[in-house]
């Protein structure tokens, strides 16, 4: 509450805003520009991320620490209380608050990344996540759309169960783009000669799709910006590189957990990228430039 009350501006909440509404235009454009899909499947998914809506930030209340607080059970003045009976009433006012948010369908945003909220159509975009390196006024706004755009995305795509919208023959060549990404080696890497899943099989499949149309999204969004300024610094580099590099330093920054798994996440999805492989030149049939590319959409 005290990171919110003043680290977090309004004008930020619109920002976020802002970019979550340019991904999902981005995403339609996608399912328009599809070539396998029939019309009652894009016509689905398309409904379907019309009403996909994004809680983003903490409620309004959460800037007013003292009238929270209020809340709190008060048998005697709180310097009267021990500090058993203080931490009691606390839990108790936020169980009560839990459980109001829930009846509600409203997302909690305690966790540190993004998150979908599964049983409800929106996604999740916490205040921790609108500063560096997500969210930086003094950065070109393309940075913003590498970090940030690129986990909004992401869970616009854990947010889109296609396969419920989709008609048979399209669940079948869905099926088959996500055996290629799965089966491929954007999913398992080899360390010493040993080849390593570093994904629960339960969960390594929709984290792959997901990490898939996150960034596909978020460079089709950077490719629409006019003449976009390089980092400071950095000058020697494209700007594609640039906006790679973006992208694998927000997945392996501190603030996130499981950092190491992450570095397995960056890798496999830049491998599956012609225009990651075009702008560092890699050699054909490389790790980080496999014969076999895998799309989605």
């Given at each position: 509450?005290?990171?919110?009350?003043?680290?977090?501006?309004?004008?930020?909440?619109?920002?976020?805003?802002?970019?979550?509404?340019?991904?999902?235009?981005?995403?339609?454009?996608?399912?328009?520009?599809?070539?396998?899909?029939?019309?009652?499947?894009?016509?689905?998914?398309?409904?379907?991320?019309?009403?996909?809506?994004?809680?983003?930030?903490?409620?309004?209340?959460?800037?007013?620490?003292?009238?929270?607080?209020?809340?709190?059970?008060?048998?005697?003045p709180?310097?009267?209380?021990?500090?058993?009976?203080?931490?009691?009433?606390?839990?108790?006012?936020?169980?009560?608050?839990?459980?109001?948010?829930?009846?509600?369908?409203?997302?909690?945003?305690?966790?540190?990344?993004?998150?979908?909220?599964?049983g409800?159509?929106?996604?999740?975009?916490?205040?921790?996540?609108?500063?560096?390196?997500?969210?930086?006024?003094?950065?070109?706004y393309?940075?913003?759309?590498?970090t940030?755009?690129?986990?909004?995305?992401?869970?616009?795509?854990?947010?889109?169960?296609?396969?419920?919208?989709?008609?048979?023959?399209?669940?079948?060549?869905?099926e088959?783009?996500?055996?290629?990404?799965?089966?491929?080696?954007?999913?398992s890497?080899?360390?010493f000669?040993?080849?390593?899943?570093?994904?629960?099989?339960?969960?390594?499949?929709?984290t792959?799709?997901?990490?898939?149309?996150?960034?596909?999204?978020?460079?089709?969004?950077?490719?629409?910006?006019?003449?976009?300024?390089?980092?400071?610094?950095?000058?020697?580099?494209?700007?594609?590189?640039?906006?790679?590099q973006?992208?694998?330093?927000?997945?392996?920054?501190?603030?996130?957990?499981?950092?190491?798994?992450?570095s397995?996440?960056?890798?496999?999805?830049?491998?599956?990228?012609?225009?990651?492989?075009?702008?560092?030149?890699?050699?054909?049939?490389?790790?980080?430039?496999?014969?076999?590319?895998?799309?989605?959409?």
């Amino acid at each position: 509450m005290i990171f919110i009350k003043n680290f977090v501006r309004k004008n930020d909440i619109s920002r976020v805003k802002l970019l979550f509404e340019e991904l999902k235009y981005i995403f339609n454009e996608m399912i328009d520009e599809n070539e396998w899909m029939d019309e009652n499947s894009k016509r689905w998914l398309k409904e379907e991320l019309k009403t996909l809506k994004a809680f983003i930030g903490e409620p309004e209340e959460y800037r007013n620490i003292e009238k929270m607080y209020e809340r709190v059970e008060k048998s005697k003045p709180a310097e009267q209380q021990g500090y058993l009976e203080l931490v009691r009433n606390l839990l108790k006012m936020n169980s009560e608050e839990t459980f109001l948010r829930v009846a509600r369908r409203e997302v909690m945003t305690y966790q540190v990344d993004s998150s979908v909220m599964y049983g409800s159509h929106r996604i999740s975009i916490p205040s921790i996540l609108f500063s560096y390196p997500f969210l930086d006024e003094n950065l070109p706004y393309w940075n913003t759309i590498a970090t940030l755009g690129y986990f909004i995305g992401h869970e616009i795509g854990h947010a889109f169960d296609a396969q419920r919208f989709l008609q048979s023959e399209d669940k079948q060549e869905f099926e088959k783009r996500v055996k290629c990404i799965t089966d491929g080696s954007f999913m398992s890497w080899s360390i010493f000669g040993v080849k390593v899943n570093p994904f629960f099989e339960s969960d390594g499949v929709k984290t792959r799709i997901a990490d898939k149309l996150g960034f596909d999204l978020a460079y089709r969004l950077f490719k629409k910006i006019r003449k976009p300024q390089k980092l400071p610094a950095f000058e020697e580099e494209t700007i594609d590189q640039q906006f790679f590099q973006r992208i694998a330093s927000a997945l392996c920054a501190k603030k996130l957990s499981q950092k190491d798994k992450h570095s397995f996440r960056v890798n496999g999805m830049m491998s599956n990228s012609m225009e990651f492989a075009k702008s560092f030149n890699c050699d054909k049939n490389t790790p980080m430039n496999p014969d076999k590319k895998c799309p989605l959409l």
